[in-house]
């Protein structure tokens, strides 16, 4: 059975920065591409990061680059995503999410429970 | 960017057929999915690949996916079929995954 549990989120100011954990079980997390969606209070599903399993192919939405990163470390079956210079709009629930297929298709199977983040002075 | 557009709302009878649509720039060119997210709960695929259901999709849950819009269709809607609704292609020309903007799907 596929176990995504995400970690890592809480409250922070403006500009300040967090890192999520992604901790994944039952499956080769090393050959599945894997991402990052969040959800803002009442909106709707947001993209934010994805990375093939060598990690040799990361993208970002736009709003993120240059702030956010996307990583892992298949010796540990562990995604991150480090997020800097946060604001407001960055507060949301974010899920980890699986991909679907190897190849990546970038769609997405199995989802972790989320976790919050709050910005706000 | 690559956008896809989602009516907000439908509202159905339990019985009835629900169609949801997912409206976006040649979106028959590429793969859509569809999850289903009920209340402080993660999102579910329904459909991938237009039209295939996963194990455990009821059989009511099909697809379609030509031109500019893709079609979520519930047949003999249930009650337990309400939550938002979201498509999701990959924009291989920006390199990002996008989602629709979500229906709530209310059966009454």
């Known amino acids: 059975e596929v176990r995504l549990l995400e970690s890592g989120g809480g409250l922070v100011q403006p500009g300040g920065s967090l890192r999520l954990s992604c901790a994944a079980s039952?499956?080769?997390?090393?050959?599945?591409?894997m991402n990052w969606v969040r959800q803002a209070p009442g909106k709707g599903l947001e993209w934010v990061s994805g990375?093939?399993?060598?990690?040799?192919?990361?993208y970002h939405t736009d709003s993120v680059k240059g702030r956010f990163t996307i990583s892992r470390d298949n010796s540990k079956n562990t995604l991150y995503l480090e997020m800097n210079n946060l604001r407001p709009e960055d507060t949301a629930l974010y899920y980890c999410?699986?991909?679907?297929?190897?190849?990546?298709?970038?769609?997405?199977?199995?989802w972790g429970p989320g976790t919050q983040v709050i910005v706000s002075a | 960017s690559y956008e896809m557009t989602q009516p907000p709302s439908l509202s159905v009878s339990p019985g009835q057929t629900a169609s949801i649509t997912c409206s976006g720039e040649?979106?028959?060119?590429?793969?859509v999915c569809w999850y289903l997210q009920k209340p402080g709960q993660s999102p579910v695929v329904v459909i991938y690949?237009?039209?295939k259901r996963p194990s455990g999709i009821p059989e009511r849950f099909s697809g379609s996916n030509s031109g500019n819009t893709a079609t979520l269709t519930i047949s003999g809607t249930q009650a337990l079929d309400e939550g938002d609704y979201y498509c999701?292609?990959?924009?291989?020309?920006?390199?990002?995954?996008?989602f629709g903007g979500g229906t709530k799907l209310t059966v009454l």
């Open positions: 999410a699986k991909d679907a297929e190897v190849p990546a298709a970038w769609r997405f199977d199995s």
């Open positions: 039952g499956f080769t997390f090393r050959t599945y591409a």
């Open positions: 990375m093939t399993g060598s990690g040799g192919n990361i």
């Open positions: 040649k979106l028959g060119d590429k793969y």
């Open positions: 690949e237009d039209n």
């Open positions: 999701q292609a990959w924009d291989s020309g920006t390199a990002h995954a996008v």
